[in-house]
């Protein structure tokens, strides 16, 4: 089993910026296809960004195009989310996702996409 733990959330004025990070642990040999999500209150679950196992494909969200970039380290077991010029409709719980690659090089957008979940980390961006 792979567990996923996020870190780096916090409290920012809008215009600045947060770099989150998704540590895997367990069984990560496998290749993973990896994502974040994010979830205001009240509101359902929504895609943010997608990375292959390899790095090679990337696909972000029309509303965080241009601000948020997705990574990995595969050295690290880690995914990490730089983002920049934060607006306060950003503010949300941040989840990490993860799941089996079976073709290379593919990622996936969808949350019914993903059978691995952390914790989630809080990002509060002020006005």
């Known amino acids: 089993q792979v567990q996923l733990v996020e870190s780096g959330g916090g409290l920012v004025q809008a215009g600045g910026s947060l770099r989150l990070a998704c540590a895997a642990s367990g069984r990560t040999e496998t290749n993973y296809a990896m994502a974040w999500f994010r979830q205001a209150p009240e509101k359902e679950r929504e895609f943010v960004a997608a990375?292959?196992?390899?790095?090679?494909?990337?696909y972000y969200a029309d509303s965080v195009k241009g601000r948020f970039t997705i990574s990995r380290d595969n050295a690290k077991n880690t995914v990490f989310l730089q983002m920049n010029s934060l607006k306060p409709e950003d503010t949300a719980g941040y989840y990490c996702?993860?799941?089996?690659?079976?073709?290379?090089?593919?990622?996936?957008?969808?949350?019914?996409?993903?059978?691995?979940w952390g914790q989630g980390t809080q990002v509060t961006v002020s006005s």
């Open positions: 990375i292959s196992w390899s790095g090679a494909n990337t």
């Open positions: 996702a993860g799941r089996q690659e079976y073709y290379k090089d593919t990622f996936y957008v969808k949350v019914r996409d993903y059978d691995k």
